[in-house]
């Protein structure tokens, strides 16, 4: 038995890009995983597919989290069938163009586009974790993690409005660790670096790819693969004593 076999994990965005990586990693250990999605249903069915060839216990929930209501109704329908909730993965985000050349510069940047990214980064979290919480609560040991992004430390490319709410969504995390660990809820970010390939990604040009390869120790761009490990990782009891942490995983990128 894996550590994961009596765990139900919710991931959401996960049919696509990481959140896809992530809920097939779960799948693998047998976790029950809850595939959260928006829009795309051929995406989220197979994503389900594949996790279920790892013989793993796995449901797609198509919920827009950025409405409370069907955010409080997906978890409701969570716990009245499988009876718990054990980890949750925020890794939905508001849509965003990472393009370098064509990005907007400070001046540039509306007080609107900021807050639709801080609605994506904070909001989206809220919303989930809040209706999660009683739930994460009564378990022994729970777990929320958080993806952001490696910009936050090091911003190679100043995406204003996305590194700023992800920057904030670090500091949600580790005011949330300071809370919840009296509960034995761990609650940690994951930061990659670029991840490729990824539907934000899939228009990155060679030229940018090739200079952050240059700078990074480890000699490539990462995988969506990549940040599964380090995300199992910090749901895990190997992790059992690490909460209000950022994980970079970037290649050692921002050293």
């Given at each position: 038995?894996?550590?994961?076999?009596?765990?139900?994990?919710?991931?959401?965005?996960g049919s696509r890009g990481i959140g896809r990586a992530i809920s097939i990693a779960f799948a693998k250990e047998?976790?029950?995983?809850?595939?959260?999605?928006?829009?795309?249903?051929?995406?989220?069915?197979?994503?389900?597919?594949?996790?279920?060839?790892?013989?793993?216990?796995v449901e797609a929930i198509k919920t827009d989290i950025s409405n409370e209501d069907e955010v409080q109704d997906?978890?409701?329908?969570?716990?009245?069938?499988?009876?718990?909730?054990?980890?949750?993965?925020?890794?939905?985000?508001?849509?965003?163009?990472?393009?370098?050349?064509?990005?907007?510069?400070?001046?540039?940047?509306?007080?609107?586009?900021?807050?639709?990214?801080?609605?994506?980064?904070?909001?989206?979290?809220?919303?989930?974790?809040?209706?999660?919480?009683?739930?994460?609560?009564?378990?022994?040991?729970?777990?929320?993690?958080?993806?952001?992004?490696?910009?936050?430390?090091?911003?190679?490319?100043?995406?204003?409005?996305?590194?700023?709410?992800?920057?904030?969504?670090?500091?949600?995390?580790?005011?949330?660790?300071?809370?919840?660990?009296?509960?034995?809820?761990?609650?940690?970010?994951?930061?990659?670096?670029?991840?490729?390939?990824?539907?934000?990604?899939?228009?990155?040009?060679?030229?940018?790819?090739?200079?952050?390869?240059?700078?990074?120790?480890?000699?490539?761009?990462?995988?969506?693969?990549?940040?599964?490990?380090?995300?199992?990782?910090?749901?895990?009891?190997?992790?059992?004593?690490?909460?209000?942490?950022?994980?970079?995983?970037?290649?050692?990128?921002?050293?």
């Amino acid at each position: 038995m894996t550590h994961f076999q009596n765990k139900v994990v919710l991931i959401t965005g996960g049919s696509r890009g990481i959140g896809r990586a992530i809920s097939i990693a779960f799948a693998k250990e047998k976790a029950t995983v809850i595939i959260n999605y928006k829009t795309n249903n051929n995406a989220a069915n197979e994503t389900v597919q594949k996790c279920k060839s790892f013989g793993a216990n796995v449901e797609a929930i198509k919920t827009d989290i950025s409405n409370e209501d069907e955010v409080q109704d997906m978890i409701k329908y969570i716990i009245n069938k499988y009876g718990k909730l054990s980890c949750l993965v925020n890794n939905a985000f508001a849509p965003f163009k990472f393009d370098a050349e064509q990005r907007q510069m400070a001046d540039q940047v509306s007080w609107d586009e900021y807050d639709t990214q801080f609605q994506g980064a904070i909001k989206y979290a809220y919303n989930t974790i809040h209706y999660c919480m009683p739930y994460l609560k009564e378990e022994v040991e729970s777990s929320i993690i958080n993806i952001t992004s490696n910009l936050t430390k090091r911003p190679i490319i100043p995406y204003h409005q996305y590194n700023v709410a992800k920057s904030a969504l670090e500091s949600f995390t580790k005011n949330l660790a300071m809370d919840l660990g009296r509960y034995n809820i761990r609650v940690n970010c994951i930061a990659p670096g670029l991840v490729y390939p990824t539907n934000g990604t899939y228009n990155t040009k060679e030229k940018l790819k090739e200079n952050i390869i240059t700078q990074t120790p480890l000699g490539r761009i990462a995988t969506p693969e990549d940040i599964a490990g380090p995300t199992l990782f910090l749901a895990s009891q190997w992790s059992e004593f690490v909460t209000g942490q950022v994980l970079y995983v970037d290649g050692g990128f921002t050293i």
